[in-house]
């Protein structure tokens, strides 16, 4: 772009200021851009304004999306002893507490389907379909556009929208195809047609046992706890077995031998330690899937011992554990007993000796004589062992009809074994120390018997977990209450109407117009002011609160329990009403809020109708979008016309320039050649 002056040489003329007159020039012509420049700020606080209502609305629909069926039909539980403690006694306190509704028997489930297992190598061919059925909705065709392997079919069933979601699990029958309906409920089950290659995908439903799909998940409702009173007591806690090995000196090995754990329903884990310490064997055991224990190294100061604890509680998830040679002080029976191999009745020990270990220390056995006999019998033995064992193991004798056989039962947690040699070694045997037992809970439920592998009992009570930490004595009298939560439920309820208003408040900020305090002058306005759209939006939220929700009762409107508008579009919440209704009718108000045809259920659908990928909010904010980039491109197009008229004018101005500083050579010039002939001709 030209600018600036051109002045001729010589007569010292300064010549005309260019840049002065076109900037002036300029200044005029550039105030064509006001209304674009107008228009994109306009636009951009549209867009703003949008965005704010976009994050104002996700954030209400957020908050009525933790309104859920189970918040508005809250159950709470009391827990109370009324028994009365002796003298100088006390009652026993939070012997358990109760959660209400947490676990699966009260929750919705969606129905799951799996189909038979194929091969990796199966294709379903191109052209062939299924129709697949949700509840009462209409079947969704699918057909397949190529030849396709279980994976592409998957993906195939994913795309359709068809209402369920497929997955794929392998085992070692095949893989197999899972389809599980996206909506929870006994209303919402799947049926599937299907044909040719397709046609072991079809299933009529859960009494269907023609076909080779399998439900592995029924279908279920949310459901409330089973209100009511409770009386409980409980006599034993559930425990996990745990185990305490004789000890070690540092620098023990194993060497020999195998170490196989089997605890509950494992498989038997077989122990293979990377190194042939104490603490290869602990590092092995915590590494295995199956041993269904977790091991740690103890040290009583001279001394290590291996600890295993069993990862569950209750009697189904004893320990049973078999050492041979370097592992077989490792070694545990359920029953907490050590029993030798068949010894024939009246068999003489003549020579050799008997060590018993127990917790540690040995212990030489020096049977007696029983006359006739010459030499110790088996009975000699077990008296000794019973005498010297001091009431930490039991000694007694069985017959399994041929033979005599020794058993030692430790009566304590410390570890026990019998070292024989010479005639004594068919005694020898070990036992890891038992230092907990594996037990299960157990407890009355208004005096039906109970027992459960774990504290928590989950299945006892329909809807109520019961975690138990203590065990009741006579004297205590504990009962549980399950009732209904009125003042949860109104809490909700008050949570409903202060994340509307705080909507409501939002969107009024923002579409309100000021008029001027000064006649004539400029009133000011929100800036989603005069948007029909926002009204319109306002507008069908008003709806669906005011709407009428059959199935409630006396319930079927938000004025019957107590809500309703106010002058400036908010709500308000009379209490007295609401704790009335909650009172009176408790399901009416969850049938109000979260049924098929709730409020709640019906503004959340239209929350994300509006705030989809093709809804309101994005519909205005492309809209807006567009109207920028077109104003963007105009301001260029403008701003590029002014560039080329500045240049225009610049060229100009420095032409005119030129000239005049010719002019004034030319005009020097002659006033010099004119004063040089006047003198000539004086």
Do not use: W
């Not at 290659?197 to 009494?207: E, I, R």
């Not at 310490?277 to 899937?289: E, F, H, K, Y």
């Not at 018997?449 to 065990?471: E, Q, R």
């Not at 309703?564 to 908010?570: C, I, N, P, R, V």
């Amino acid at each position: 772009m030209a600018s600036g002056t051109i002045s001729s040489p010589g007569a010292g003329n300064t010549g005309l200021d260019v840049a002065g007159i076109v900037a002036k020039l300029m200044q005029a012509e550039n105030t064509k851009l006001d209304p674009l420049t107008k228009q994109a700020t306009s636009y951009n606080t549209l867009l703003s304004a949008y965005g704010n209502l976009k994050s104002a609305l996700s954030t209400y629909q957020s908050a009525i999306k933790g309104l859920t069926s189970a918040t508005f039909s809250a159950q709470k539980s009391t827990v109370n002893n009324t028994g009365t403690a002796p003298t100088g006694s006390t009652l026993t306190t939070d012997a358990f507490t109760a959660d209400v509704n947490t676990d699966d028997a009260t929750k919705i489930k969606s129905q799951k389907l799996q189909s038979k297992g194929f091969p990796s190598s199966a294709v379903f061919n191109a052209g062939d379909s299924m129709a697949i059925k949700i509840g009462t909705n209409q079947p969704v065709f699918i057909t397949l556009g190529g030849d396709a392997t279980l994976t592409g079919l998957r993906d195939t069933i994913n795309n359709s929208k068809a209402g369920v979601s497929a997955s794929i699990v392998t085992d070692d029958q095949g893989s197999h195809l899972v389809f599980e309906s996206q909506t929870g409920g006994t209303a919402n089950t799947i049926k599937i047609t299907s044909n040719n290659s397709l046609s072991d995908f079809a299933y009529g439903g859960a009494s269907d046992t023609t076909t080779s799909v399998k439900q592995i998940q029924a279908a279920q409702d949310q459901t409330a706890a089973a209100s009511g009173n409770y009386d409980i007591s409980i006599s034993q806690l559930a425990s996990a077995q745990k185990l305490k090995s004789p000890g070690y000196d540092a620098g023990a090995t194993f060497d020999t031998g195998i170490l196989a754990i089997k605890t509950g329903a494992n498989s038997t884990a077989i122990i293979k330690p990377a190194s042939n310490t104490l603490a290869g064997i602990r590092d092995a055991i915590n590494a295995s899937t199956d041993a269904g224990v977790t091991a740690t190294i103890v040290n009583d100061g001279s001394k290590s011992h291996l600890v295993l604890t069993a990862k569950d509680s209750g009697a189904v998830n004893s320990v049973k554990i078999t050492g041979t040679e370097s592992f077989a002080g490792l070694s545990f029976d359920p029953s907490a007993t050590i029993t030798s191999p068949g010894i024939t009745p009246g068999q003489a020990f003549a020579s050799g000796a008997l060590t018993l270990n127990v917790g540690g220390s040995d212990i030489t056995i020096n049977p007696g004589v029983t006359p006739p006999a010459t030499q110790p019998a088996l009975a000699d033995i077990m008296a000794a062992i019973n005498t010297a064992g001091n009431g930490a193991v039991t000694a007694s004798i069985t017959n399994d009809g041929t033979n005599d056989h020794l058993v030692l039962k430790p009566t304590g947690s410390n570890s026990v074994s019998l070292n024989g040699s010479g005639d004594y070694t068919a005694l020898t045997g070990n036992q890891m120390g038992q230092l907990s037992a594996a037990q299960d809970a157990k407890l009355t439920i208004d005096g039906v018997a109970v027992t459960s592998k774990s504290n928590k009992v989950t299945d006892a009570i329909s809807g109520v977990t019961l975690n138990l930490s203590k065990v009741t004595t006579a004297n205590d009298k504990m009962s549980l209450n399950i009732a209904n939560d009125n003042t949860g439920v109104q809490t909700t309820a008050t949570s409903f109407v202060t994340a509307y208003n705080t909507l409501v408040k939002t969107i009024n900020g923002m579409m309100t117009y000021t008029p001027a305090a000064n006649l004539g002058d400029a009133g000011t306005s929100g800036p989603l002011y005069g948007e029909t759209s926002v009204s319109s939006l306002i507008g069908q939220m008003r709806q669906a609160l005011i709407q009428s929700v059959p199935g409630g009762g006396s319930i079927q409107t938000l004025s019957d329990i107590g809500i309703s508008f106010q002058k400036d579009g908010t709500l308000a919440s009379d209490a007295t009403k609401l704790l009335k209704a909650t009172t009176d009718n408790f399901a009416g108000i969850q049938n109000l809020f979260t049924s098929t045809n709730g409020i709640v259920t019906k503004l959340n659908t239209f929350m994300t109708g509006v705030l989809a990928d093709d809804g309101m909010i994005a519909t205005k904010t492309n809209g807006i979008k567009t109207s920028l980039k077109i104003n963007t491109d105009r301001t260029t197009a403008m701003q590029a016309r002014l560039n080329s008229l500045q240049d225009s004018y610049t060229t100009q101005f420095n032409n005119l320039n030129l000239t005049l500083a010719n002019m004034n050579s030319t005009q020097s010039y002659l006033t010099q050649q004119l004063a040089a002939l006047a003198k000539s001709t004086g």
